[in-house]
Nanobody, 125 residues
C-alpha cells in the first residue's frame, strides 16, 4: 500500500501563487508515476498534470499549461504542484494520485491506484 498526503492548499487572490505538496509513504518503490487532479463543486474530477517517477517526463492539462509546474523530490518521496497566475476557475479540491503501471504517465484517473484525501484551493476574484 501507498499512503498519500497533500498539503499547501488555501485561499489566494487571482494572479497569486500556491505550492501544493504530496508526500508518499509505504511501498513507494512501487510508484511509477504520480499525478494531480482537481474537482470543483458540481463538476467531475479532472486531470491537472502528471510526472514520471524516474525519468524526466511530465504532462499537463491545456487549462494549466504554462501556469502550473509539477516537480518531484525522490529522496523525500514528495511531489509538488507550483501554481502561478491562479484564476478563480482553478478553485477546487486538489488530489494527488499514484500509479503502479509501468506503461508511462497517464491522464486517466482510472489508471491511478492510490489517492490522497485532497486539499482545498480557493482563488478569489
Amino acid at each position: 500500500q501507498v499512503q498519500l498526503v497533500e498539503s499547501g492548499g488555501g485561499l489566494v487572490q487571482a494572479g497569486g501563487s500556491l505550492r501544493l505538496s504530496c508526500a508518499a509513504s509505504g511501498r513507494t518503490f512501487s510508484i511509477n508515476a504520480m499525478g494531480w487532479f482537481r474537482q470543483a463543486p458540481g463538476k467531475e474530477r479532472e486531470f491537472v498534470g502528471a510526472i514520471h517517477w524516474s525519468v524526466e517526463n511530465t504532462m499537463y492539462a491545456d487549462s494549466v499549461k504554462g501556469r502550473f509546474t509539477i516537480s518531484r523530490d525522490n529522496a523525500k518521496n514528495t511531489m509538488y504542484l507550483q501554481m502561478n497566475f491562479l484564476k478563480p476557475e482553478d478553485t477546487a479540491v486538489y488530489y494527488c494520485a499514484a500509479e503502479k503501471s509501468p506503461y508511462g504517465i497517464t491522464r486517466r484517473a482510472s489508471e491511478y491506484d492510490y489517492w490522497g484525501q485532497g486539499t482545498q484551493v480557493t482563488v478569489s476574484s
